[in-house]
């Protein structure tokens, strides 16, 4: 019986070295475990989106590397931010689209991901959906996404190492 124990103590603490192994490594050498956070992580393409070169997680959603235009979508269960594909935006501008004409469901199934925003959004209706220009701010591996005028507070998300 004391065998079994001092071998599963030996196991438990030679599988917590092996885990804390290679943060330590890559701690002393500088390296954070991922790719170099920079100006070219983010960058906007004429009116055409904005372009990641590294994913994005935000809470449970994940973003893959590309590039994708934004939304704000506001539903009976509360607003999303839509993240929908790069090139020329689906709404003009300014203009809502809802989702009882015929270019709502056009609209919404040409979306990728919805981000679940807290709170409530200014100026558009429930089953609305608008094209948005949003500021982005990156800091290291984190990235905010403001929407001013229409949300307040900020989206956050991190950059997949």
């Known amino acids: 019986m004391t065998r079994h124990r001092w071998a599963v103590g030996v196991l438990v603490v030679a599988l917590v070295l092996v885990a804390l192994a290679p ?55 509360g607003p999303y931010l839509a993240v929908g594909p790069r090139g020329k935006a689906m709404i003009p501008p300014g203009q809502l689209v809802r989702m009882n004409t015929p270019a709502g469901p056009k609209v919404k199934g040409r979306i990728h991901y919805w981000i679940p925003l807290r709170g409530s959004v200014i100026g558009i209706p429930v089953d609305g959906i608008r094209y948005v220009q949003p500021q982005i701010m990156t800091s290291g591996f984190s990235l905010q996404i403001a929407m001013p005028g229409l949300y307040v507070g900020v989206v956050s998300g991190t950059f997949l190492r």
């Open 23 to 77: 943060a330590s490594a890559d701690s002393r050498r500088g390296n954070k475990g991922g790719p170099d956070v920079t100006v070219t992580t983010l960058h906007r393409v004429d009116q055409d989106g904005y372009c990641f070169s590294a994913g994005l997680v935000f809470g449970d959603v994940r973003i893959a590397v590309g590039c994708y235009t934004f939304y704000v979508f506001n539903t009976v269960r």
